[in-house]
């Protein structure tokens, strides 16, 4: 899969390159999730809609990296006794179906950085 810089493609499609500090991602982590975090902050301060803002998301894999950790933590918090093996079931199954998307097209995101795009078809 060819890769773009998350910046750059966040540019190519007029959209602000967003960054996140470890301090944001370790609050939502203690809250009620990384994802669900991320949304309310996309829907409050970029104009997201929280319902879709997993399908507006874009996502650098530095970022998706770290997200991921975080989101890991926040899992083994209200899973208290849960396995290693649970734990990674439920981190995959979370990210597919609740996680930000880190392609755009056929493109690899990397980079540590994220943007919105609000409008699938620009």
């Given amino acids: 899969m060819r ?6 493609a966040a540019r190519e499609c007029g959209c602000e390159p967003l960054t996140v500090s470890a301090e944001q991602i370790a609050q939502w982590a ?3 999730g990384v994802w669900n975090g991320l949304y309310r902050w996309l829907a409050a301060e970029h104009g997201a809609d ?7 998301a874009r996502v650098g894999s530095l970022l ?4 991921m950790s975080a989101h890991r933590r926040y899992l083994k918090r209200v899973n208290r006794g849960a396995t290693h093996t649970q734990i990674t079931d439920a981190l995959h199954w979370s ?5 930000p998307m ?3 097209g ?3 995101l990397i980079g540590d950085a994220m943007f919105v795009k609000l409008d699938p078809f620009r």
């Fill in 95 to 99: 990210n597919l179906n609740a996680g």
């Fill in 106 to 108: 056929s493109l690899k």
């Fill in 64 to 67: 998706m990296g770290r997200m």
């Fill in 3 to 8: 890769k773009i810089d998350v910046v750059v």
């Fill in 50 to 56: 929280y319902n879709r803002a997993h399908n507006q």
């Fill in 102 to 104: 880190t392609t755009l």
């Fill in 30 to 32: 203690a809250g009620d």
